[in-house]
């Protein structure tokens, strides 16, 4: 099949004015002028969307799926204080409403041209869930305990997970790895676990030096997670001793960053000796710019990681923490709040944002040579964006308009591996009706 639209944008060569791919079973096999590829395949069906960009698939470098139902529930309290309250609504959830909420959050990141996740998970809901949707994912396993007498068992359980989880899903699509949760919430030995588990390239994530709560709490043994937080959890350790550095020179410490696959979300509370250490790591980040900022967790230093020739993508973080998983937001509001801080100084363009919303969330995964880029070979993981509502027209340059214009009701078609996952409403594999009917019960339980 020949897709065509007015612009198609490949993302690692320039766009390409009335383009189009042509698609057979789930590959790329050629790329350019419609014209052209129309009269080299006079037989081929054709599938002309107008006044749109065809793009490759969207790439949500960080999220949670299976906390969609907890959109809107604690929305105005900064990071500590909103985590522990989603701490103590978790509790009233079964495993079921998590893999249902998942179901939500598979359908709405279709919905928004994502064809591809990095989700972190305790509960495997978003390995079913990406199963299920057609996504392609890689799934991290959850591990966390502060209590030093529970990190084998906690190791022995994740193992386990793991090993059913990449069961449950394609391996093709799907591929699955470990989350040590974050500074505030591992000991030590678990980081140095984890580290050796991984060292065979299973991939890991980390949330890393997120909030300023979290860097206190780290280097001086103060703020909310010092007191509320180990308050909550009951096998934390009673004195917590501060330990004079950053919350990336105390995960180094522990030998994570040695793993060859490692990525780390948010980086918002670092400094250039921080960034240093990251990049000497080839450790790459999903810069989460709508959470960071809602939570008021800071800005991250996203120029600074570029320069640094740090790989950066975008990540929503999930409906728990932003209440929309829509990378066009994602982008423009990362963006916008890179130029409101730098001004003229390290100028971001649209352009580098499409790029970093696709092809560069590829390249953190480990997955570029099959995905990230509309390229003969790879795998056909492609979107339609309508551009010709009036706040849209006239498209001067597309990623401007993408970047600027557009957002999850532009969608028209995501398509994972030649197969069409979402059309215009409609979802392939998924039930709409019965995951609102879902979310409707989940709304009731969690408010009780
Ligand atoms: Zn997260």
Redesign the pocket.
């Known amino acids: 099949m020949i897709l065509t639209a007015r612009y198609v944008i490949p993302v690692a060569t320039p766009h390409i004015e009335n383009g189009a791919v042509l698609v057979r079973d789930d590959t790329i096999v050629e790329i350019g002028d419609y014209e052209h590829l129309r009269a080299a395949h006079p037989d081929e069906p054709v599938r002309d969307f107008g006044l749109a960009a065809l793009l490759p698939g969207f790439i949500d470098l960080?999220?949670?799926l299976e906390y969609s139902s907890m959109r809107g529930l604690v929305d105005d309290l900064p990071y500590s204080r909103w985590k522990l309250q989603v701490m103590e609504r978790e509790k009233h959830l079964s495993q079921t409403d998590w893999e249902d909420a998942a179901m939500l959050g598979a359908l709405e990141s279709l919905r928004s041209g994502i064809t591809c996740v990095a989700d972190?998970t305790a509960t495997g809901a978003s390995a079913r869930a990406a199963h299920a949707s057609g996504l392609r994912a890689t799934i991290y396993r959850e591990a966390a305990t502060m209590d030093r007498t529970k990190v084998d068992s906690v190791m022995l359980q994740a193992d386990e997970d793991i090993r059913s989880w990449r069961e449950i899903a394609d391996p093709s699509r799907v591929q699955v790895g470990i989350a040590p949760h974050a500074a505030y919430s591992c000991h030590p030995e678990l980081f140095k676990k984890i580290a050796e588990y991984a060292m065979d390239g299973t991939p890991v994530s980390i949330?890393l030096a997120?909030s300023k709560e979290e860097y206190e709490f780290v280097k001086y043994g103060s703020s909310m997670l010092a007191v509320d937080y180990r308050a909550a959890v009951p096998e934390s350790p009673s004195v917590w001793l501060p330990t004079g550095v950053s919350p990336v020179r105390y995960v180094l410490q522990w030998g994570l960053f040695k793993v060859p696959n490692l990525l780390a979300?948010?980086v918002t509370q670092v400094d250039d000796s921080d960034i240093e250490v990251l990049a000497s790591h080839d450790v790459s980040i999903a810069y989460?710019p709508r959470?960071n900022a809602k939570l008021g967790m800071g800005i991250a230093p996203l120029y600074k990681f570029i320069q640094s020739d740090l790989i950066v993508g975008i990540?929503t973080?999930?409906p728990a923490?932003n209440n929309v998983i829509d990378m066009f937001d994602e982008m423009r509001i990362g963006l916008l709040l890179q130029r409101a801080i730098l001004g003229e100084e390290h100028w971001l363009g649209a352009r580098r944002f499409v790029k970093m919303a696709t092809l560069d969330g590829a390249r953190a995964l480990g997955i570029d040579d099959r995905v990230g880029s509309l390229e003969p070979g790879k795998q056909a993981d492609i979107v339609a964006i309508d551009l010709s509502h009036s706040h849209q027209v006239p498209t001067h340059y597309p990623y401007s308009t993408v970047v600027h214009t557009a957002n999850q009701e532009n969608v028209l078609l995501t398509m994972i591996g030649g197969e069409v996952a979402y059309e215009q409403g409609t979802w392939a594999a998924l039930d709409q009706e019965r995951i609102y009917a879902r979310a409707e019960e989940m709304r009731v339980k969690l408010r009780s």
Do not use: A, L, Y
Request: charged content about 5%; proline content about 0%.
């Open positions: 960080h999220t949670h972190i949330h997120g979300v948010h989460c959470c990540g973080d999930s923490s």
